[in-house]
């Protein structure tokens, strides 16, 4: 093996372990049952997630690079197999809920047994082996994002309101006045260059040309949301893309998701007054885009968001930490409390090559129908956010934490 790929090993060897331990650690508080059950087709259950980022790497390394490697239950695949056609069938994605078995602590013991068969593993395995070790990585800190939003869904069907944990109350948010500010415009580049990690869609880096533009100096607040509300923004169809009229008729949307009528909202740390300073989350593209109209503004294109943060500090905010799971709360920074909305659809950027092999179909294949994502929430894990990165989620999902900045034209 040559000698960087040995170092490589000893890093990825102690991130690895670091990662995989953060994510036990967010499931500690929960019992077999929060763990299983399955609030709605989008979000999966909490165990779901502890299973499904062990037999990514029980499949892409220990099987596929590991000679003599044994799957631990050769009927497990089936069950934890996201959406990897090129892994063939598996369980239909919203019945992940109806996994009453394996138990939590079947699920944990399988976690056990495969990190340490990666670990003594690792200081062998090719390059391209681990690459896919820090694929990954990154693949789990996804996942630990998708566990707390899962969660939060989970715990907000139930009447008693429970709480996950308790929240910082110390790191309030106080906005400053909504100011513009000017965006880069000319021709500019964006997406990953070669170095470092990065998800096969970020790539590769290209020009891109902008026309004069100003940015908010930051996202829009619950108290924003609210004169929005107050101003009959959710009964004014003009306001609204057609797709996303017929959403709000149907599903009967009139506020944000988590929002109850009578007051308050429900977070992790159960039911909470709106702080009007913080940052609206929780709303979809289409209120996204609704309340930008509503302001005489628009969204910012992916470019031009990208454009202007690029230097940005991406550790500012509160964001999920390594050292144990700090409770998620919109804080403040240019990035890294809510995601942000853009007006740009999710495509491939010019000359985009998927990665080799069954893990191409992460990302590439979900080329349709889906609005691009910028910046990073507090429930992102510390470290896994880049000016580069390309969120992406259907123009009505909202339970992720997803917030509005908004832009206009020069
Ligand atoms: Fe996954």
């Known amino acids: 093996m040559a000698r960087s790929d040995d170092e490589k090993g000893t890093g990825l060897a102690e991130r ?70 090129g892994e063939g069938e598996r369980h239909a994605r919203p019945k992940r809920g109806m996994l009453s078995r394996p138990s939590l602590e079947e699920v944990r013991d399988w976690r056990l047994a495969v990190d340490a068969a990666v670990q003594s593993a690792l200081p062998g395995l090719p390059s ?9 990585i990154n693949h789990e800190q996804q996942h630990q994002e998708l566990f707390l939003t899962d969660i939060l869904a989970t715990l907000a069907e139930n009447p008693l309101e429970p709480a996950y944990g308790t929240q910082d109350q110390a ?6 006045p909504l100011g513009w500010i000017d965006g ?22 290209h020009k891109a040309l902008l026309t004069p533009h100003r940015l908010a100096n930051r996202c829009v607040t619950n108290g924003e949301w609210q004169q929005f509300i107050e101003d009959g923004g959710y009964r004014t169809s003009t306001l ?4 996303g009229w017929d959403w709000l008729c149907r599903e009967g949307i009139e506020r944000p998701l988590y929002w109850h009528a009578e007051g308050g ?6 039911r909470r007054e709106i702080d009007r300073a913080a940052p609206v989350a929780h709303v979809s593209f289409y209120e996204a885009d609704a309340f930008a109209r509503w302001s005489g503004a628009r969204l910012p294109t992916e470019a031009e968001w990208e454009a202007a943060f690029a230097s940005a500090d991406p550790m500012v905010g509160h964001q999920l930490d390594q050292a144990g799971p700090a409770l998620p709360r919109p ?19 010019p000359g985009f090559k998927p990665d080799a092999g069954t893990v191409g179909e992460y990302n590439g ?46």
């Open 16 to 85: 690895l372990a670091a990662t995989r331990k953060l994510t036990l650690d967010l499931a500690a508080p929960l019992s077999d049952a929060d763990a299983t059950i399955q609030p709605h087709p989008d979000a999966s259950p909490a165990k779901w997630h502890l299973a499904h980022t062990t037999w990514f790497f029980e499949t892409f390394i220990l099987r596929d690079h590991v000679p003599g490697y044994r799957v631990h239950d050769d009927r497990w695949p089936y069950l934890f197999n996201s959406y990897y056609n």
């Open 128 to 136: 391209e082996a681990l690459q896919l070790v820090e694929l990954g």
């Open 171 to 176: 790191a309030c948010y106080a906005a400053e």
């Open 184 to 205: 880069r415009s000319g021709e500019v580049e964006i997406g990953a260059g070669r170095d470092g990690f990065a998800f096969d869609c970020e790539r590769p880096r």
């Open 240 to 243: 609204w893309l057609s797709d």
């Open 265 to 270: 909202a429900f977070t992790l740390a159960g």
């Open 331 to 349: 804080g403040g920074g240019p990035f890294g409390d809510v995601w942000q909305w853009t007006g740009s659809a999710f495509l491939p950027y």
């Open 365 to 410: 294949k979900f080329m349709s129908g889906q609005m691009v994502l910028k910046g990073a929430s507090c429930a992102t894990p510390r470290g896994h956010s880049r000016a580069t990165y390309r969120n992406f989620f259907p123009p009505a999902a909202r339970w992720q934490f997803t917030g509005v900045r908004l832009a206009r034209d020069a």
